[in-house]
C-alpha cells in the first residue's frame, strides 16, 4: 500500500472544522510586514494597469496563500506543478508556458526554496514580465526541511537581492520576523520529541503544538516596535521578501 504523504494523512484525518482550527497555529500573525510587502507590491503593479495579470507561480491551490489572501482582488492567475482545486494553469517554472511579456506581475512565495535551478526560474519570471513588470519574492530563512515535493536551499537577504540581481531591488526587508521562527522551529521540535518515530504522528502533533503555541508569534510586535527595520531584525527572521522591477530596457 502507498505511504500517505504529510498533507495527504492531515485531509484524511482531520474534518473541516478541525482543519480550519489547525490552520490557525500556521496562520501569519502578526502580519504587519508581510502585509505592507503585499501592499507595496499591489500599489505598483496597479500602477501598470487598471486590471493587471499577476502570475501567482508555485500557488498551491490552497485559499489561505498569502497571495490569495492579499491580492485576491486582483486578476491572479494560479499555477503549480500539480494539479489543486484552485490551480489555473498546470506548468513548471523552469519553463512557464507563458509568452514573452505577458503578465504585469509575478508572485512566488516559499517556493524557491523547492525548486532545483532557481536561476533558471528567476530568469523565467524576468522573460515573462512586461517592460517595467514587478515580482514579489519571499523565501523562508530559518525554517525546517518541508519537501513539497522538494526542499533544496534556503536565503539570506543578501542571496536573494543577489538571486534577483537583473532587476531593480525596489523593496526588501523581513516578512516573518524571529517569533513566527521560533515558533515554527518549536512546534516542529515538539512534534518530533512526541511523535516516538512515526511521521503521521507527527504530522498531527505539529498542527496541535502550532495552535497551543501559536502566542509565541505575538511576540514579534514588541520586537518590531523596538527594533522596526534593520540589522538586527535580519538575524533570525522566518521569512524574507524582494521586490523587483524588470528594467524596461530589458
Known amino acids: 500500500m502507498k505511504a500517505m504523504n504529510y498533507r495527504e494523512f492531515k485531509n484524511k484525518v482531520y474534518g473541516s472544522p478541525l ?43 490552497e485559499r489561505t496563500t498569502s497571495a490569495v489572501r492579499y491580492l485576491g482582488g486582483l486578476n491572479l492567475i494560479n499555477l503549480d506543478i500539480e494539479r489543486f482545486a484552485g490551480v489555473d ?19 512566488v512565495d516559499g517556493v524557491l526554496e523547492h525548486v532545483r535551478r532557481p536561476e533558471q526560474v528567476v530568469n523565467e519570471i524576468l522573460r515573462v514580465l512586461r517592460n517595467g513588470g514587478y515580482v514579489y519574492a519571499k523565501v523562508p530563512f530559518l525554517m525546517g526541511f518541508h519537501a513539497r515535493p522538494y526542499d533544496f536551499q534556503r536565503y539570506s537577504l543578501p542571496g536573494l537581492v543577489y538571486l534577483f ?49 501559536a502566542w509565541v508569534k505575538l511576540l514579534d510586535i514588541p520586537i518590531l516596535k523596538l527594533v522596526k527595520r ?21
Request: glycine share 10%.
Open 230 to 250: 534593520g540589522r538586527l531584525l535580519e538575524i533570525m527572521p522566518q521569512d524574507f521578501f524582494i521586490i523587483g522591477e524588470k528594467s524596461v530596457t530589458q
Open 19 to 61: 482543519r480550519f482550527l489547525m490552520e490557525i497555529g500556521n496562520a501569519p500573525f502578526p502580519s504587519t510586514l508581510l502585509k505592507s510587502s503585499y501592499k507595496t507590491f499591489a500599489t505598483l503593479v496597479e500602477t501598470m494597469d487598471s486590471e493587471p495579470i499577476i502570475l501567482n507561480l508555485g500557488s498551491h491551490g
Open 165 to 213: 540581481n537583473k532587476f531593480t531591488i525596489i523593496d526588501s526587508g523581513v516578512a516573518k520576523g524571529p517569533s513566527a521562527a521560533f515558533h515554527y522551529v518549536l512546534s516542529d521540535y515538539f512534534a518530533i520529541l512526541f511523535s516516538f518515530g512515526k511521521e503521521s504522528v507527527y504530522a498531527v502533533l505539529k498542527d496541535i503544538f502550532a495552535l497551543f503555541i
Open 89 to 107: 494553469i498546470i506548468g513548471d517554472g523552469h519553463a512557464l508556458p507563458f509568452k514573452e511579456g505577458s503578465v504585469h506581475g509575478v508572485v
